[in-house]
């Protein structure tokens, strides 16, 4: 059957605040202190995710809610821009739009959220209907999308039921519990896309290897996200590892491991090899890891176009 929509994800709604200097602790006891630079972008992981992938070419359909402010229009206007459908992003007069502080010095930040509109969304809001126009579905910011949380196992069991593959990338937990379900959760789990850290907290395992050997039995495809060190893949029995250049100086790398899940996707909902797939991702994230936010370095079909082949009319997987 014909659907409308390659990839459906649901939109943790929220703007980001980066604030960089080579010192931004800040100090308390009403001492002001001055930054360099600051800027004001388009959040939110499965934001950042929604616009690398239309960009890519894949038809993709965000729901969510932003709130009735300046914020909000941002968010609705850097999306539709993108190329992403907002035909089911409502607005609504009585929330405010989430906000994420980023305090970045170096090579690292610190992250300060009000989560705001990115929890508004429940189960309720997610009709079967709107499901199945869908092929697959992505799924992350899982911790921070508190309103579908405890839900969260029986949408991507509907998602798989009405015949959708589903792709996860739970994010970090802000409360540091990793407290869910996650054996009974990946039987439902086509695509499991966390970074190296992630990967451990989430099975209690000392070391990637013991995360990757629990893990890629859990799930038919197991993407270990690993920054400067690339990726690595298993599938089958087999590991695929991808490797990445150094991204240019002065990025912030907010969002980058959301661009590379949108770039493994495009690779692999068009029934491309790991390698390739991996070989997108790779370029896709250190692509956003050098600029500054999580769009603006986003790559389209034109920048890959000497490393893969992009079909036009994503359908071989299906």
Same mark, same amino acid.
């Given at each position: 059957?014909?659907?409308?929509?390659?990839?459906?994800?649901?939109?943790?709604?929220?703007?980001?605040?980066?604030?960089?200097?080579?010192?931004?602790?800040?100090?308390?006891?009403?001492?002001?202190?001055?930054?360099?630079?600051?800027?004001?972008?388009?959040?939110?992981?499965?934001?950042?995710?929604?616009?690398?992938?239309?960009?890519?070419?894949?038809?993709?359909?965000?729901?969510?809610?932003?709130?009735?402010?300046?914020?909000?229009?941002?968010?609705?206007?850097?999306?539709?821009?993108?190329?992403?459908?907002?035909?089911?992003?409502?607005?609504?007069?009585?929330?405010?739009? @989430? =906000? /994420? $502080?980023? !305090?970045?010095?170096?090579? +690292?930040? #610190?992250?300060?959220?009000?989560?705001?509109?990115?929890? %508004? &969304?429940?189960?309720?809001?997610?009709?079967?209907?709107?499901?199945?126009?869908?092929?697959?579905?992505?799924?992350?910011?899982?911790?921070?999308?508190?309103?579908?949380?405890?839900?969260?196992?029986?949408?991507?069991?509907?998602?798989?039921?009405? @015949? =959708? /593959? $589903?792709? !996860?990338?739970?994010?970090? +937990?802000? #409360?540091?519990?990793?407290?869910?379900?996650?054996?009974? %959760? &990946?039987?439902?789990?086509?695509?499991?896309?966390?970074?190296?850290?992630?990967?451990?907290?989430?099975?209690?395992?000392?070391?990637?290897?013991?995360?990757?050997?629990?893990?890629?039995?859990?799930?038919?495809?197991?993407?270990?996200?690993?920054?400067?060190?690339?990726?690595?893949?298993?599938?089958?029995?087999?590991?695929?590892?991808?490797?990445?250049?150094?991204?240019?100086?002065?990025?912030?790398?907010?969002?980058?491991?959301?661009?590379?899940?949108?770039?493994?996707?495009?690779?692999?909902?068009?029934?491309?090899?790991?390698?390739?797939?991996?070989?997108?991702?790779?370029?896709?994230?250190?692509?956003?890891?050098?600029?500054?936010?999580?769009?603006?370095?986003?790559?389209?079909?034109?920048?890959?176009?000497?490393?893969?082949?992009?079909?036009?009319?994503?359908?071989?997987?299906?």
């Amino acid at each position: 059957m014909t659907k409308t929509y390659d990839i459906i994800a649901f939109a943790d709604t929220c703007v980001d605040l980066i604030l960089r200097d080579d010192d931004v602790a800040p100090r308390f006891g009403q001492v002001e202190k001055t930054v360099a630079e600051y800027d004001l972008v388009m959040g939110g992981s499965c934001c950042i995710f929604a616009t690398q992938a239309a960009k890519l070419g894949l038809k993709v359909v965000l729901l969510g809610t932003v709130g009735d402010d300046a914020f909000g229009e941002l968010i609705l206007d850097t999306l539709s821009s993108a190329g992403v459908d907002t035909r089911y992003m409502q607005v609504d007069k009585d929330l405010r739009t @989430g =906000l /994420t $502080v980023h !305090l970045t010095q170096g090579d +690292d930040r #610190a992250m300060l959220t009000y989560p705001g509109s990115s929890k %508004a &969304l429940t189960a309720a809001d997610i009709p079967d209907d709107m499901l199945s126009q869908s092929r697959h579905l992505h799924y992350g910011s899982l911790f921070l999308q508190t309103g579908l949380l405890p839900d969260w196992i029986k949408i991507v069991r509907r998602a798989k039921g009405l @015949g =959708l /593959t $589903v792709s !996860l990338d739970t994010n970090w +937990d802000p #409360a540091e519990a990793w407290d869910i379900d996650l054996e009974e %959760a &990946l039987t439902s789990v086509d695509v499991l896309l966390p970074n190296e850290q992630e990967a451990k907290q989430l099975c209690g395992a000392a070391s990637l290897a013991e995360a990757a050997q629990y893990l890629r039995q859990a799930v038919p495809i197991l993407v270990v996200k690993r920054g400067v060190e690339g990726a690595s893949a298993w599938t089958k029995g087999i590991e695929t590892v991808g490797t990445v250049a150094e991204a240019d100086a002065g990025g912030d790398g907010i969002g980058a491991g959301d661009s590379f899940d949108a770039g493994f996707l495009s690779g692999w909902l068009n029934g491309l090899a790991m390698p390739d797939c991996l070989s997108i991702a790779c370029r896709c994230g250190r692509a956003v890891a050098g600029q500054v936010g999580g769009v603006k370095g986003q790559p389209r079909p034109s920048d890959l176009r000497e490393l893969l082949m992009l079909k036009s009319d994503p359908g071989k997987r299906q």
